[in-house]
T-cell receptor, first 112, second 118 residues
Protein backbone atom coordinates (compact mmCIF):
# COMPACT_ATOMS: atom_id res chain seq x y z
CA UNK A 1 0.00 0.00 0.00
CA UNK A 2 2.17 2.81 -1.33
CA UNK A 3 1.15 6.22 -0.14
CA UNK A 4 3.65 7.94 -2.39
CA UNK A 5 4.83 6.92 -5.86
CA UNK A 6 7.71 8.09 -7.96
CA UNK A 7 7.16 6.33 -11.26
CA UNK A 8 10.42 7.36 -12.92
CA UNK A 9 13.40 5.56 -11.38
CA UNK A 10 15.85 7.68 -13.37
CA UNK A 11 16.11 10.91 -15.34
CA UNK A 12 18.92 12.26 -17.48
CA UNK A 13 19.18 15.98 -18.29
CA UNK A 14 21.72 18.21 -19.99
CA UNK A 15 23.44 20.83 -17.86
CA UNK A 16 21.62 24.16 -18.02
CA UNK A 17 18.26 22.62 -18.92
CA UNK A 18 15.28 22.08 -16.67
CA UNK A 19 14.89 18.93 -14.58
CA UNK A 20 11.35 17.92 -13.64
CA UNK A 21 10.85 15.23 -11.05
CA UNK A 22 7.37 13.91 -10.37
CA UNK A 23 5.57 12.33 -7.48
CA UNK A 24 2.00 11.06 -7.03
CA UNK A 25 0.26 10.48 -3.73
CA UNK A 26 -2.93 8.73 -2.71
CA UNK A 27 -4.24 10.44 0.41
CA UNK A 28 -5.79 13.90 0.23
CA UNK A 29 -5.29 14.29 3.99
CA UNK A 30 -1.53 14.87 3.79
CA UNK A 31 -0.50 18.17 5.33
CA UNK A 32 3.03 18.70 4.08
CA UNK A 33 5.05 17.65 1.06
CA UNK A 34 8.82 17.55 0.96
CA UNK A 35 11.70 16.78 -1.34
CA UNK A 36 14.94 15.25 -0.13
CA UNK A 37 18.20 14.82 -1.99
CA UNK A 38 20.54 11.90 -1.40
CA UNK A 39 24.12 11.37 -2.49
CA UNK A 40 25.69 7.88 -2.40
CA UNK A 41 26.80 6.73 1.05
CA UNK A 42 25.10 9.69 2.72
CA UNK A 43 21.77 10.21 4.41
CA UNK A 44 18.99 12.18 2.69
CA UNK A 45 19.11 15.94 3.11
CA UNK A 46 16.12 18.23 3.09
CA UNK A 47 15.72 20.29 -0.07
CA UNK A 48 12.37 22.07 -0.17
CA UNK A 49 8.85 21.67 1.16
CA UNK A 50 5.34 22.93 0.59
CA UNK A 51 2.26 23.08 2.76
CA UNK A 52 -1.00 21.60 1.52
CA UNK A 53 -2.55 25.07 1.52
CA UNK A 54 -0.14 26.33 -1.14
CA UNK A 55 0.42 25.35 -4.75
CA UNK A 56 3.95 26.64 -5.28
CA UNK A 57 7.10 27.23 -3.30
CA UNK A 58 10.35 28.54 -4.70
CA UNK A 59 13.87 28.49 -3.31
CA UNK A 60 16.57 29.62 -5.69
CA UNK A 61 16.84 27.14 -8.54
CA UNK A 62 14.32 24.80 -6.95
CA UNK A 63 10.55 25.11 -7.23
CA UNK A 64 7.99 22.68 -5.91
CA UNK A 65 4.49 22.58 -7.39
CA UNK A 66 1.50 20.97 -5.74
CA UNK A 67 -1.60 19.97 -7.70
CA UNK A 68 -4.07 18.82 -5.08
CA UNK A 69 -6.84 17.88 -7.47
CA UNK A 70 -4.49 15.54 -9.32
CA UNK A 71 -2.67 14.50 -6.11
CA UNK A 72 0.57 15.33 -7.85
CA UNK A 73 3.78 16.93 -6.68
CA UNK A 74 6.67 18.03 -8.86
CA UNK A 75 10.13 19.49 -8.37
CA UNK A 76 11.63 21.77 -10.99
CA UNK A 77 15.35 22.49 -11.06
CA UNK A 78 16.38 25.37 -13.29
CA UNK A 79 19.09 25.50 -14.48
CA UNK A 80 20.29 21.98 -13.75
CA UNK A 81 23.91 21.58 -12.69
CA UNK A 82 26.14 18.48 -12.57
CA UNK A 83 26.23 18.81 -8.76
CA UNK A 84 22.47 18.19 -8.75
CA UNK A 85 23.10 14.58 -9.79
CA UNK A 86 21.66 12.55 -6.92
CA UNK A 87 18.63 10.52 -5.90
CA UNK A 88 15.59 12.64 -5.11
CA UNK A 89 12.91 11.41 -2.75
CA UNK A 90 9.53 12.96 -2.32
CA UNK A 91 7.90 12.60 1.07
CA UNK A 92 4.55 13.41 2.59
CA UNK A 93 3.60 14.16 6.15
CA UNK A 94 0.34 13.94 8.04
CA UNK A 95 0.02 15.72 11.36
CA UNK A 96 -2.53 13.35 12.86
CA UNK A 97 -0.13 10.42 12.65
CA UNK A 98 3.16 12.33 13.03
CA UNK A 99 4.65 10.25 10.27
CA UNK A 100 6.48 10.72 7.02
CA UNK A 101 5.96 8.51 3.97
CA UNK A 102 8.63 8.38 1.29
CA UNK A 103 8.59 7.60 -2.41
CA UNK A 104 11.07 5.16 -3.94
CA UNK A 105 13.26 7.89 -5.38
CA UNK A 106 14.33 9.18 -8.81
CA UNK A 107 17.97 9.15 -9.78
CA UNK A 108 18.84 12.37 -11.58
CA UNK A 109 21.89 12.53 -13.82
CA UNK A 110 22.87 15.98 -15.06
CA UNK A 111 25.31 15.69 -17.95
CA UNK A 112 27.96 18.38 -18.44
CA UNK B 1 27.70 20.43 15.86
CA UNK B 2 27.87 16.86 14.54
CA UNK B 3 24.15 16.58 13.67
CA UNK B 4 22.96 12.97 13.55
CA UNK B 5 25.60 10.29 13.91
CA UNK B 6 25.21 6.55 13.38
CA UNK B 7 27.45 3.62 14.21
CA UNK B 8 28.56 1.28 12.80
CA UNK B 9 28.73 2.23 9.13
CA UNK B 10 28.67 -1.36 7.97
CA UNK B 11 28.08 -4.71 9.64
CA UNK B 12 27.74 -8.33 8.59
CA UNK B 13 25.60 -10.52 10.84
CA UNK B 14 24.88 -14.21 10.84
CA UNK B 15 21.28 -15.39 10.99
CA UNK B 16 20.07 -15.41 14.59
CA UNK B 17 22.68 -12.97 15.88
CA UNK B 18 21.67 -9.79 17.61
CA UNK B 19 23.05 -6.28 17.45
CA UNK B 20 22.30 -2.68 18.31
CA UNK B 21 22.50 0.14 15.82
CA UNK B 22 23.46 3.35 17.54
CA UNK B 23 22.06 6.78 16.76
CA UNK B 24 22.80 10.08 18.46
CA UNK B 25 21.92 13.69 17.75
CA UNK B 26 23.27 16.87 19.34
CA UNK B 27 20.63 19.31 18.12
CA UNK B 28 18.28 18.86 21.09
CA UNK B 29 15.58 17.51 18.80
CA UNK B 30 12.63 15.90 20.50
CA UNK B 31 11.58 13.64 17.61
CA UNK B 32 13.74 10.77 16.40
CA UNK B 33 13.08 8.11 13.76
CA UNK B 34 14.46 4.87 12.38
CA UNK B 35 13.99 4.01 8.70
CA UNK B 36 15.16 1.21 6.50
CA UNK B 37 15.77 1.49 2.79
CA UNK B 38 15.73 -1.60 0.61
CA UNK B 39 17.14 -1.50 -2.93
CA UNK B 40 14.86 0.40 -5.31
CA UNK B 41 12.47 1.26 -2.51
CA UNK B 42 11.70 4.32 -0.48
CA UNK B 43 12.37 4.70 3.19
CA UNK B 44 10.11 2.68 5.46
CA UNK B 45 9.53 3.87 9.01
CA UNK B 46 10.45 1.26 11.63
CA UNK B 47 9.99 3.12 14.92
CA UNK B 48 9.85 6.68 16.08
CA UNK B 49 9.99 8.61 19.32
CA UNK B 50 8.43 11.94 20.26
CA UNK B 51 10.60 12.39 23.33
CA UNK B 52 12.62 10.60 25.98
CA UNK B 53 10.73 7.62 27.34
CA UNK B 54 8.18 7.57 24.51
CA UNK B 55 8.38 5.32 21.45
CA UNK B 56 5.89 4.11 18.87
CA UNK B 57 5.76 1.68 15.97
CA UNK B 58 6.05 2.69 12.36
CA UNK B 59 5.17 0.75 9.22
CA UNK B 60 7.63 -2.15 9.61
CA UNK B 61 8.42 -2.69 13.34
CA UNK B 62 8.55 -6.50 13.41
CA UNK B 63 11.94 -7.87 14.39
CA UNK B 64 13.12 -4.61 15.95
CA UNK B 65 13.06 -2.87 19.30
CA UNK B 66 13.93 0.63 20.39
CA UNK B 67 14.43 2.62 23.53
CA UNK B 68 14.76 6.33 24.23
CA UNK B 69 16.25 6.94 27.65
CA UNK B 70 17.76 10.32 26.72
CA UNK B 71 16.94 13.07 24.26
CA UNK B 72 20.19 12.48 22.41
CA UNK B 73 20.20 8.71 21.85
CA UNK B 74 17.83 6.39 20.02
CA UNK B 75 19.32 2.88 19.59
CA UNK B 76 17.69 0.24 17.37
CA UNK B 77 17.94 -3.38 18.50
CA UNK B 78 17.78 -6.46 16.28
CA UNK B 79 17.27 -9.53 18.45
CA UNK B 80 17.32 -12.41 15.95
CA UNK B 81 18.76 -11.24 12.67
CA UNK B 82 17.12 -12.57 9.51
CA UNK B 83 18.14 -12.18 5.84
CA UNK B 84 15.03 -10.04 5.31
CA UNK B 85 16.64 -7.43 7.55
CA UNK B 86 19.45 -6.87 5.10
CA UNK B 87 19.06 -3.18 4.34
CA UNK B 88 20.43 0.29 4.86
CA UNK B 89 19.21 1.83 8.10
CA UNK B 90 18.82 5.56 8.57
CA UNK B 91 18.24 7.42 11.77
CA UNK B 92 16.69 10.89 11.65
CA UNK B 93 15.66 13.63 14.05
CA UNK B 94 13.44 16.69 13.93
CA UNK B 95 12.09 19.38 16.18
CA UNK B 96 8.49 20.03 17.04
CA UNK B 97 7.63 23.51 18.24
CA UNK B 98 4.28 22.61 19.77
CA UNK B 99 3.60 19.69 22.03
CA UNK B 100 2.60 16.55 20.16
CA UNK B 101 2.45 18.16 16.74
CA UNK B 102 5.32 18.05 14.31
CA UNK B 103 6.26 21.21 12.49
CA UNK B 104 6.31 19.27 9.25
CA UNK B 105 9.39 21.13 8.21
CA UNK B 106 12.23 18.70 7.89
CA UNK B 107 14.12 15.79 9.28
CA UNK B 108 17.87 15.58 9.63
CA UNK B 109 19.30 12.21 8.65
CA UNK B 110 22.39 10.34 9.70
CA UNK B 111 24.74 8.79 7.11
CA UNK B 112 23.21 5.33 7.46
CA UNK B 113 24.26 1.85 8.57
CA UNK B 114 24.55 -0.84 5.92
CA UNK B 115 23.58 -4.22 7.36
CA UNK B 116 24.06 -7.56 5.66
CA UNK B 117 22.55 -10.68 7.23
CA UNK B 118 23.89 -13.97 5.92
Amino acid sequence: DQQVKQNSPSLSVQEGRISILNCDYTNSMFDYFLWYKKYPAEGPTFLISISSIKDKNEDGRFTVFLNKSAKHLSLHIVPSQPGDSAVYFCAVFIYNFNKFYFGSGTKLNVKP
Amino acid sequence: NAGVTQTPKFRILKIGQSMTLQCAQDMNHNYMYWYRQDPGMGLKLIYYSVGAGITDKGEVPNGYNVSRSTTEDFPLRLELAAPSQTSVYFCASSYSRSGGTLSGETQYFGPGTRLLVL
